[in-house]
């Protein structure tokens, strides 16, 4: 697609319940980035894949965080056990192997736990 | 490491003023600098791009020009409408390590008031 598809728009679980969200990178883009945005605007970055190779994981919380690029499936990003500070949004973006090309971000999925 | 500094804000102006948010960086090499903007309630949308030193990136009347010397990447926009109202995000990104990443400013609330 021509833009980066992102589901579901909005998600409410209880704590300790499992999340899980979907991204469909621009169709030829290899490179996909998951962020996080918090209280008051702050972008914090997640994880990168090339295609479907994990490219940089630096920003992961690993025990409860996990997330794949598979072939010819959407990426997902999956939270276990969610907590109260997991709600925000998280925004998927993608690009052309080449790095200066631009990052196009989805609408953004906004996760709410209670 | 690299970052992305610009006011907070809120900047509050009337319709029809002058707009300058200011953006400064470090980064080493060669990076790509953009703004992205968020309107209430959506994702992040490209706005406009430059890719190297003295690239001016235009887009809905705003404008910004890379300036290496002063590590610079101010927004600016003649006269400002009630609709541009959002939060604007100056960013970077960068070859590290042979990848690529996303450094996001902290965010700029402007509130144009009629």
């Known amino acids: 697609g021509e833009e980066v598809a992102q589901t579901p728009k909005h998600l409410v679980r209880g704590e300790g319940q499992k999340a899980k969200l979907y991204c469909a990178p621009i169709?030829?883009?290899?490179?996909v980035f998951w962020y996080q945005q918090v209280l008051k605007n702050e972008f914090k970055f997640l994880i990168s894949?090339?295609?479907?190779?994990?490219?940089?994981e630096t920003g992961m919380p690993k025990e409860r965080f996990s997330a794949k690029c598979l072939p010819n499936s959407p990426c997902s990003l999956e939270i276990q056990a969610t907590k109260l500070e997991d709600s925000a949004v998280y925004f998927c973006a993608s690009s052309l192997r080449d790095g200066r090309n631009t990052i196009y971000f989805g609408e953004g999925s906004w996760l709410t736990v209670v | 490491g690299d970052s992305v500094t610009q006011m907070e804000g809120p900047v509050t102006l009337s319709e029809e003023a002058f707009l300058t948010i200011n953006c400064t960086y470090t980064?080493?090499?060669?990076?790509?600098l953009f703004w992205y903007v968020q309107y209430p309630g959506e994702g992040l949308q490209l706005l406009l791009k430059a890719t190297k030193a003295d690239d001016k990136g235009s887009n809905k009347g705003f404008e910004a020009t890379y300036r290496k010397e002063t590590t610079s990447f101010h927004l600016e926009k003649g006269s400002v409408q009630v609709s541009d109202s959002a939060v604007y995000f100056c960013a970077l990104t960068h070859i590290a390590g042979g990848y690529q990443k996303v450094t996001f400013g902290i965010g700029t609330k402007l509130q144009v008031i009629p």
């Open positions: 980064a080493t090499g060669y990076p790509s």
């Open positions: 894949f090339q295609n479907e190779n994990v490219f940089d």
């Open positions: 169709k030829g883009h290899s490179y």
